[in-house]
């Protein structure tokens, strides 16, 4: 007989998540977002979704890590041909994702900085709590970090 373990923890209070909808492609608003919050988020390999099984789109995915801060950003696309990684997001054309302690006051002042972008149409606050889809995505997201990061330091050495 099978045996299915369930995974039950609230990743949400490890994050914080900022909308942008956009008409920018996911490598100019990556160079965009460097230049304006002085980061280096960087192309890794793309996000694939668990709960999307029937169409295995694969999302854009950067990551920087920020040791000093002890934090990670990580941009990742909400859109794969016209298939959404969030349904209940359609507006939304990426996720920065932040994970570790980061003050509002701090996260309020990325988010006007990142208005100040031009193509920007709208960054906002993501209330995580709001949407049951976020655990599932943000345990995905920490399985493709584990999965893909350490091949990635392993190239670079």
């Known amino acids: 007989m099978k045996k299915i373990l369930a995974f039950d923890c609230d990743l949400t209070e490890d994050y914080s998540a900022i909308a942008l909808s956009t008409h920018l492609k996911d490598y100019k608003l990556c160079w965009n977002l460097n230049t304006v919050l002085d980061i280096n988020l960087q192309k890794n390999t793309n996000f694939v979704s668990s709960k999307k099984k029937p169409n295995l789109e694969e999302y854009s995915f950067f990551y920087h ?9 990580c941009l990742l696309a909400n859109k794969k041909n016209n298939v959404l990684l969030l349904d209940k997001m359609p507006e ?66």
Do not use: W
């Open 92 to 157: 939304t054309d990426f996720l920065l994702l932040i994970k570790g302690k980061m003050s509002a006051d701090k996260i309020k002042a990325m988010i006007k900085t990142i208005r100040s972008i031009t193509n920007i149409l709208t960054a906002f606050v993501i209330n995580m709590a709001k949407y049951n889809e976020m655990n599932s995505l943000l345990s995905d997201l920490e399985l493709h970090c584990i999965q893909v990061l350490p091949k990635e330091e392993k190239r670079k050495a």
């Open 65 to 73: 890590e920020d040791k000093e801060q002890r934090s990670v950003l």
